[in-house]
């Protein structure tokens, strides 16, 4: 079955990200005479702030651009909330969620791979990425390593494979400037190469990458070429999934950020897994000259991240040690937010706690026992 894609956007006060952003796809495909693509995909918009001049504009947009819909949504003002919308209101099997500030590089060639994707993986229930293009269109991201920095869980990374190309691994910063070796799914920290028992050395972080090329290891990931590679998490700038599989954002989730990492963990709490497709590269524009549009607090984040570790029944110390110790938070505030989030959530008998202390362990001894392991279908791909 010939398959087609709603690319999807969330949308609050940034007309000139949702032009832009669009009018790149369209212009390509026209311009270059690939309709056979163009009538494949559905735009959708939701306008987080129906009554903003951005939504006027963006609306009367809808009278040059046949295939674009938009869909007012007040309930919240939510990344989390309207990127669920996004996946709820697409009439399509597949769904690409992008900021409304991304451009994919090259457009043509990204789409055609993509749709050849959906062809020969019609039914799978993973999340897939792809990796960032940083602003000098040189350089990469083609994951989120397992670590906190400027209030967020998760850091860009690079992966890297062996001088026997048999496997791969990311760079921390592991303190004192040294480069700490973690595997790219899990995060685990290695020091030898799993097929060929190369040992991994002990380097400056801030000289690895010129260190590690000169001793034959190189970068994977981006050569559209490749096949998928299994990540731990990426930057939600550029996911797709599969509508039915969706495994959707906490709905407790308000406000801006927490969502990286999270929902990434849901996957593979679930027997899932999360992939970068290399052929999938996003530039996105960070710069934000006139400010921020939308609500942005240091607490909601907090808020968010707890009800997803909640959630997930994931220990809250890496969260409270990071907003604590790194963002400066109060240890009170941080008690208190996590109080106000909690104590709903609470039970009062002791039997009821028993019980839900015996239903997180069990859901971090499933997390841990599906590392890997629980497969639901074989990833396929073809050029």
């Avoid at 685990?188 to 799993?194: D, L, M, N």
């Avoid at 906490?250 to 996957?267: Q, S």
Wanted: aromatic residues 12%; neutral net charge.
């Amino acid at each position: 079955m010939e398959q087609t894609l709603t690319i999807g956007m969330a949308h609050h006060n940034d007309y000139n990200g949702v032009y832009f952003s669009i009018q790149d796809i369209r212009k390509e495909l026209i311009f270059n005479n690939r309709h056979d693509l163009l009538n494949k995909i559905n735009f959708l918009i939701i306008e987080n702030d129906p009554k903003s001049k951005h939504a006027e504009s963006v609306k009367m947009l809808k009278h040059k651009i046949p295939n674009l819909t938009v869909v007012d949504y007040t309930e919240k003002n939510s990344t989390s909330a309207t990127r669920n919308k996004i996946i709820e209101e697409a009439s399509t099997t597949f769904v690409l969620v992008m900021d409304c500030h991304v451009l994919f590089c090259p457009v043509i060639d990204t789409l055609d791979r993509l749709f050849t994707f959906m062809e020969y993986n019609p039914q799978t229930n993973d999340l897939y990425s792809g990796p960032l293009v940083h602003d000098d269109l040189g350089n990469y991201s083609t994951h989120f390593n397992d670590s906190w920095g400027g209030g967020m869980w998760g850091q860009w990374g690079s992966a890297w494979q062996c001088v026997c190309e048999n496997s791969r691994f990311s760079i921390h910063h592991a303190g004192n400037n040294r480069a700490e070796y973690r595997t790219l799914e899990f995060q685990e920290i290695v020091h030898k190469c799993v097929y060929c028992d190369r040992e991994f050395s002990n380097i400056d972080f801030n000289t690895h990458e010129n260190t590690l090329k000169a001793r034959g290891y190189s970068k994977v990931g981006t050569d559209k070429f490749e096949k998928p590679i299994e990540i731990f998490a990426q930057g939600l700038g550029v996911f797709f999934t599969r509508k039915n599989s969706w495994l959707k954002f906490n709905k407790d989730c308000d406000g801006f950020g927490g969502e990286e990492c999270y929902i990434h963990t849901k996957y593979r709490q679930n027997g899932r897994k999360c992939y970068n497709l290399p052929f999938l590269k996003w530039l996105h524009r960070f710069g934000r000259p006139d400010g921020v549009p939308y609500r942005l607090t240091l607490e909601n984040k907090v808020k968010n991240y707890i009800h997803e570790f909640d959630e997930l029944g994931l220990d809250i110390s890496p969260l409270r040690d990071h907003f604590v110790n790194q963002q400066m938070m109060k240890l009170d505030t941080f008690n208190e937010i996590y109080e106000s989030c909690t104590t709903k959530k609470q039970v009062t008998t002791p039997e009821a706690r028993l019980l839900q202390k015996d239903i997180e362990s069990l859901k971090r001894r499933i997390a841990e026992a599906s590392n890997g392991r629980i497969r639901a279908e074989n990833i396929k791909i073809s050029y």
